[in-house]
């Protein structure tokens, strides 16, 4: 793997997106200014089941910016995790980004990331330092992030920031589902691949709301829980569960030899002891077979072929299919489902890029 990467390489950046109208035309024009004048770029614009007008905003951006701009559409919401793997299996850059569509994200931070990249690393990944958003919401992300690096064993402060930077090479091995899309680095350091973070600007809302509450930090754990386990067992899953079969039957055995030396007079609390020992042995097994599900699902999705709904002008798009449900639009959308420039609330945004 080359350490350097190349400067006219293509750079693709993910852009989940959900009722997010007001910011996604200062987005863009903030992305293709700071992107490096000496590279192509794409921006890849994942509409995850909006009811605004965000699909026509990015519709419009695809019309003016044809050759930049790509939109993915699904029917409803299926989360950013989802939508990630949407936008990973179109993006056909050598060097991925992802960004949260909120303008909280500064694009003026990518060649900060394309630098540290060049060192070597094959995920670069955002750090928050001073974040501009409600204590219920910082404080339980730094709950998370203390107990994700000692689950997982990566020391990252800010394991949750969506504005990473990724190696492709590392994108196309990455399958997220649930909640996931937290654990990249976890799951990058458990293939292999090498993390590195830097401190980025952070700033405040301007539009809409957050969309996360306390209740995607308690989905959080049972995920959290799940790379623990991979991280440790991911490569002999059927270990743990020996070793408790074993250390389980010789419980019992004990057990059982303690009942007969002490006599036939406590046997019924001898079978007492030993019906609760099943009883925990099965709870035992039945959370080890559900890692183990874990996994085979997980081996399942990553060769999947999702059937498209619609392929609109995507002329170097690749063709295989997507489980999720969604619409694309592209390089040659048609007329008619563009918005005029005066409905998309500016004048069209730029395309100079400089380079820092």
């Known amino acids: 793997m080359s350490s350097m990467p190349n400067p006219s390489q293509l750079i693709s950046f993910i852009v989940p997106l959900m009722n997010e109208e007001d910011t996604l035309v ?3 024009d903030g992305i293709a200014k700071h992107v490096p004048a000496d ?3 794409e921006v890849i614009f994942v509409d995850d089941g909006s009811s605004d007008n965000s699909w026509q905003i990015v519709q419009s951006l695809v019309e003016v910016y044809r050759d930049n701009v790509r939109g993915i559409r699904f029917r409803a919401n299926r989360g950013k995790a989802a939508a990630l793997t949407a936008g990973y299996r179109a993006a056909r850059g050598s060097i991925v980004f992802t960004m ?7 694009p003026k931070e990518i060649p900060r990331f394309l630098d540290e990249l060049a060192r070597g690393f094959d995920l670069v990944s955002g750090w928050k330092k001073k974040r ?8 339980p992300s730094r709950i998370f992030n203390w107990m994700l690096s000692r689950v997982s064993g990566v020391k990252l402060h800010d394991h949750n920031c969506g504005f990473k930077c990724y190696r492709k090479e590392l994108v196309d091995e990455l399958t997220l589902y649930g909640e996931l899309h937290r654990m990249v680095p976890s799951l990058a350091k458990m293939k292999g691949f090498r993390c590195s973070e830097i401190v980025v600007d952070h700033h405040a809302r301007q539009f809409g709301k957050s969309k996360y509450g306390i209740e995607r930090f308690l989905r959080g754990f049972s995920d959290m829980l799940t790379v623990g386990f991979q991280r440790r067992f991911g490569e002999r899953p059927s270990h743990p569960i020996n070793g408790i079969g074993v250390t389980i039957l010789a419980v019992a055995v004990s057990l059982i030899g303690i009942g007969f030396l002490s006599g036939v007079t406590r046997i019924q609390g001898l079978l007492c002891v030993l019906f609760g020992l099943v009883v925990g042995c099965m709870g035992i097994a039945t959370f080890l077979v559900g890692q183990i599900g874990e996994m085979i699902i997980r081996g399942g999705l990553s060769s999947q072929k999702l059937p498209v709904v619609e392929d609109i002008g995507l002329d170097q798009f690749s063709k295989q299919p997507i489980s999720l449900s969604y619409v694309e639009i592209g390089k040659k959308a048609t007329s008619e489902r563009i918005l005029e420039k005066s409905e998309i609330g500016s004048e069209p945004c730029h395309t100079d ?4």
Request: aromatic share 12%; net charge negative; hydrophobic share 30%.
């Open 26 to 28: 200062e987005l863009y």
């Open 100 to 106: 949260d569509a909120d303008l909280q994200d500064d």
């Open 353 to 356: 890029r400089v380079s820092n």
């Open 132 to 139: 501009h958003d409600p204590w219920h919401k910082v404080l």
């Open 39 to 41: 590279s192509q770029f």
